[in-house]
C-alpha cells in the first residue's frame, strides 16, 4: 500500500520568506500526485497536480511542486510567501495502477506566516 | 454548481446514539468518497464508491456504513457512536483528475 511523508509538521516563516515543504510517497508504480491547501475553518482546495509530462508543476497562488521520480519525492515551493499563505497543506498520492482511485494522504504541514 | 454539499455542519452526539451524514454532488461524477480528518494525520479514507452501485472500504471503516443512493448522493451512517468517531468528516467526489471536496462535517461524540 502506498503511504505519504511530509516530514515538516508546522512551519513558521516571515512574509516574503521563501517556502518549500517536502513530500515523499511509497510506491513504486504510477503515480498521479497532488497537493491541496486548508485555509482555517475551510474545506480542502487543489493547489496543483501532476499526472504525467514537464516535472515542475505550476498551480494557483503562485505555487509549484517538483516531481523527482528517482527520490519519490512531490516538494512544494513558493519563492515569497503572504500572511494569506497560513494554512494546512496535504500532499497527496493516488497510485493509478492499483485500480483503486481514493488519495492517500500525508499528515499535513501547518504553515504560519508571520506579517 | 453547488459543487459538493454536506449536512449537517456541525453534530454533538452521546455515546451509542446513530446518526446519519448526507454528502451530494451535481457535478456528474461517478466516484465518491468519504474521509475523516483528524489532528497530525492528515485525511484518511472511511470508504468510496466507484459507480452507483458500488462501495469499497478504505483505511478505517469500522464502526461505520455507506449507502450510495444514486449518482448524486453518498450518505455515511454511524450505527452506535463512539468518543473515537469525533472528527472532522469529508465527503468528495471525482470523475478524472483531481477531487473535489465539501465543507465537511464536525462530529463531537460525548
Known amino acids: 500500500a502506498q503511504s505519504v511523508s511530509q516530514h515538516n509538521h508546522h512551519v513558521i516563516l516571515s512574509e516574503a520568506a521563501s517556502l518549500e515543504l517536502g513530500c515523499n510517497y511509497s510506491?513504486?508504480?504510477?503515480?498521479?500526485l497532488f497537493w491541496y491547501v486548508q485555509y482555517p475553518g475551510q474545506h480542502l482546495q487543489l493547489l496543483l497536480k501532476?499526472?504525467?509530462?514537464?516535472?515542475l508543476v505550476k498551480g494557483i497562488k503562485g505555487f509549484e511542486a517538483e516531481f523527482i521520480k528517482s527520490k519519490f519525492s512531490f516538494n512544494l515551493r513558493k519563492p515569497s510567501v503572504q500572511w494569506s499563505d497560513t494554512a494546512e497543506y496535504f500532499c497527496?498520492?493516488?497510485?493509478?495502477?492499483?485500480?483503486?482511485?481514493?488519495?492517500?494522504f500525508g499528515s499535513g504541514t501547518r504553515l504560519q506566516v508571520q506579517p | 454548481n453547488a459543487g459538493v454539499t454536506q449536512t449537517p455542519k456541525f453534530q454533538v452526539l452521546k455515546t451509542g446514539q446513530s446518526m446519519t451524514l448526507q454528502c451530494a454532488q451535481d457535478?456528474?461524477?461517478?466516484?465518491m468518497y468519504w474521509y475523516r480528518q483528524d489532528p497530525g494525520m492528515g485525511l484518511r479514507l472511511i470508504y468510496y464508491?466507484?459507480?452507483?452501485?458500488?462501495?469499497d472500504k478504505g483505511e478505517v471503516p469500522n464502526g461505520y456504513n455507506v449507502s450510495r443512493l444514486n449518482k448524486r448522493e453518498f450518505s455515511l451512517r454511524l450505527e452506535s457512536a463512539a468518543p473515537s468517531q469525533t472528527s472532522v468528516y469529508f465527503c468528495?467526489?471525482?470523475?478524472?483528475?483531481?477531487?473535489?471536496f465539501g465543507p465537511g462535517t464536525r462530529l463531537t461524540v460525548l
Open positions: 510506491y513504486g508504480g504510477t503515480v498521479n
Open positions: 464508491s466507484a459507480s452507483e452501485g458500488t462501495t
Open positions: 468528495a467526489s471525482r470523475e478524472t483528475g483531481e477531487q473535489f
Open positions: 457535478m456528474n461524477h461517478n466516484s
Open positions: 497527496a498520492v493516488n497510485a493509478w495502477d492499483t485500480g483503486r482511485r481514493a488519495l492517500t
Open positions: 501532476y499526472f504525467s509530462g514537464d516535472p
